[in-house]
């Protein structure tokens, strides 16, 4: 693990992402001492609300970006930086959210299937399989049109989604554990069935799943925003950045900057978790990982 | 296992996934709040017209004769009435929007394979070096992109600003189909157009898909070109390139008579489940730029949440669980052929 770190801390794209991700978590962490306008970000309106002059637009507080609002301001006259911080935030939330309850699921799951085998494993293979085969965005939005739009609504929809991906990962991962000698030595102890998964078996099933849970967590937030401008998952006047660009889109034609911002952040936010999943599993990957450690200019034989 | 065995199990997978759908709306139906007795019977309904309905839609029945006559009704089509479109019977909405969205979805997966495929090769022939470096970037960032945000800035920028292409599509041709109606054929207005020989209307047409196939495809694009530049660099480590680039062989055609033959075979079968992806990733851009009829606006349209939506929440609970049946259908049987794609290539997989 040491030498993958080695490796990886020298590949700038995996810099870019860690670091980006690390900035903005920080900031959506402490959005309340971030942000210019901490109430506007929230949701409370803007008081009193911004006069912009000669703006063609027929709400007047919609002010282009500025020198007193870096990035413009919004229909109610908000702050967007402040919005798109506290979007971020909630965003971010629930992209954590939905992998670990994603992760919780299949894991489940897939050391159950692992470990006890048999006819648990064949029904259960077959129900992760129909899970599956389910097209990821009707699931959630049927779900969704059901119990209605809101913050648990959208994180159990897309993480009752996206388990069967770490299910069939952990299974994998988990059978070739079962097979080692210490997990042998384990039963032949007499450790309890409990004692030896969640020990034994469990902490040596992790390290694939990481990789998958950086990749997921774009695709969540990616699938989380889509919700949110479809109206189906976080709700104005919370911000979200689904609920930014939903919120911009009357005003395309007259204020750019309400589209441009919101999205800009997401897609970057997205992009730098893809680069972190990425660059990992290239590592991981033994055919890629030469070309890697090559153009990084490993002269000398790096020993683990 | 031979391979009949094999395609009889998953073939059986995809209608237990199917039969699972049906059966799982039928219980979203009721679950959800509000009857559709009382929705039939209007808002200021004494509670006798109420029971009147219920006993006219068979609500009184025991839970198990409702699923009878439903999964029937489904086996012969009728997917019962649209609330959110007049109460239209909800099979021929769905028939009059399929076609187009297949036409925007099978562009776009056309669009994906001729141009993700060269800049995957290309990657790979160079891998490792600058030129792989910034298309790999590329392609994740294809990936990264959220879909509405694009055809946003699309609209943006080229409708807007630069006057070039159509801010909503169908619904300025909408307008032109009307005054030129086009003869349908097959139910897609390009398709049609071009089969009536209709080429001035078929140009107009084109023209407005131009922004939608774009903003569609970026997200394939970035797929294709990951998956070709992996299967490219897996074939080109392969001991029988190193064999014909010893003999001399010309580098093209190393790489495209030999490697890339070679590394096709997972690339088709991603753009099965892309053609597949497509057709529900056609939601945001049927809605953004008002493709109307289409599946995706259908979709948007009936969970309350589309552009042209009357009211927001307004959720079309029939219309909705049709769709999900249809989706899930047009799904399982691509990622069938995805399946059936994938052993006709590589029999090895059959365990």
């Known amino acids: 693990m040491l030498h993958a770190f080695r490796v990886l801390a020298r590949d ?13 978590a920080i900031a959506a962490a402490f959005a309340f001492y971030v942000t210019p306008y901490p109430s506007q970000g929230e949701g409370f309106a803007a008081e009193p609300p911004p006069k912009c002059p000669g703006l063609p637009t027929a709400i007047a507080a919609v002010c282009p970006p ?33 992998v670990a309850l994603a992760t919780v699921i299949g894991l489940s799951v897939g050391l159950s299937e692992a470990f006890f085998g048999g006819w648990i494993d064949e029904t259960l293979m077959r129900i992760t399989d129909i899970f599956l085969s389910f097209p990821h965005l009707i699931l959630a939005l049927v779900i969704i049109a059901t119990i209605g739009p809101g913050f648990t609504s959208v994180f159990v929809a897309l993480g009752v989604t996206w388990w069967p991906a770490f299910a069939r990962l952990a299974r994998g991962t988990a059978l070739s554990v079962k097979t080692q000698n210490f997990v042998l030595a384990a039963k032949a102890a007499g450790t309890s069935n409990r004692s030896i998964i969640v020990r034994h078996i469990l902490p040596n099933s992790l390290a694939p799943l990481t990789v998958q849970m950086s990749l997921d967590m774009g695709i969540a937030i990616l699938a989380e925003a ?18 930014l660009i939903f919120e911009s889109q009357n005003f395309l034609t007259t204020a750019w900057w309400l589209a441009l911002f919101p999205g800009l952040v997401l897609f970057l936010l997205v992009l730098s978790f893809n680069l972190i999943g990425d660059r990992i599993n290239t590592y991981l990957d033994p055919r890629q990982s030469a070309l890697i450690v090559k153009r990084l200019q490993f002269t000398t034989p790096v020993s683990r | 296992m031979n391979v009949g065995a094999y395609v009889i199990r998953r073939a059986l997978l995809m209608a237990v996934v199917v039969l699972g759908t049906i059966t799982v709306t039928f219980i979203l139906s009721h679950i959800i709040p509000g009857s559709p007795a009382v929705l039939f ?12 309905w219920t006993k006219r839609l068979g609500l009184d029945q025991p839970l198990y004769v409702q699923f009878e006559v439903y999964l029937r009704n489904i086996l012969t089509g009728n997917f019962g009435l649209s609330w959110s479109f007049s109460f239209d019977p909800i099979l021929p909405l769905i028939e009059q929007s399929l076609p187009n969205t297949f036409t925007l979805a099978a562009i776009s997966t056309a669009l994906a394979a001729l141009v993700g495929i060269p800049l995957g090769v290309e990657a790979a022939k160079r891998g490792g070096k600058r030129v792989d470096s910034i298309l790999r970037v590329f392609s994740v960032s294809c990936v990264a992109i959220p879909q509405f945000w694009l055809a946003q800035l699309l609209q943006l920028g080229f409708s807007v600003y630069l006057h070039v292409l159509p801010l909503s599509s169908y619904g300025g041709t909408l307008l032109y189909t009307q005054l030129h109606p086009i003869h349908t054929i097959t139910g897609s207005y390009l398709v049609d157009a071009l089969l009536a020989g209709n080429f001035a209307g078929f140009g107009a047409i084109a023209w407005s898909l131009v922004l939608p196939v774009t903003a569609l495809s970026l997200y394939p694009i970035g797929v294709v070109t990951r998956q070709t530049r992996s299967a490219m660099l ?8 190193r064999t014909a680039r010893a003999y001399g062989v010309p580098d093209r055609q190393i790489n495209y008579r030999y490697a890339l033959r070679n590394a096709l075979p ?13 057709i529900i990733g056609v939601v945001f851009i ?66």
């Open chain 2, 41 to 52: 019977a209007g808002p200021q309904s004494t509670p006798a017209e109420i029971e009147t």
């Open chain 1, 226 to 243: 889509g919700l949110s401008y479809l109206g189906l998952g976080i709700r104005p006047p919370t911000a979200d950045l689904g609920v």
């Open chain 2, 286 to 351: 049927e809605d953004v730029f008002v493709l109307q009829p289409g599946l995706g606006h259908l979709i948007a349209q009936s969970t309350g949440t589309g552009i042209t939506s009357s009211a927001i929440g307004a959720v079309d609970y029939p219309l909705v669980l049709a769709l999900t049946i249809i989706v899930v259908i047009i799904y399982t049987i691509s990622n069938f052929v995805a399946d059936m794609l994938h052993i006709y290539f590589d029999r090895r997989l059959i365990r």
């Open chain 1, 66 to 98: 500025s020198l007193a609002h870096v990035f413009g301001t919004e229909q109610n006259g908000r702050d967007l930086l402040s919005r798109i911080v506290f979007g971020m935030r909630t965003s971010l939330l629930i992209g954590v959210y939905t």
């Open chain 2, 266 to 278: 997972p690339v088709i079968v991603i753009l099965a489940l892309v053609f597949a992806g497509s």
């Open chain 1, 12 to 24: 700038p794209l995996f810099l870019f992402g860690v670091v980006f991700v690390g900035i903005m």
């Open chain 2, 234 to 241: 897996g074939v080109l480590s392969q001991d029988y390139i």
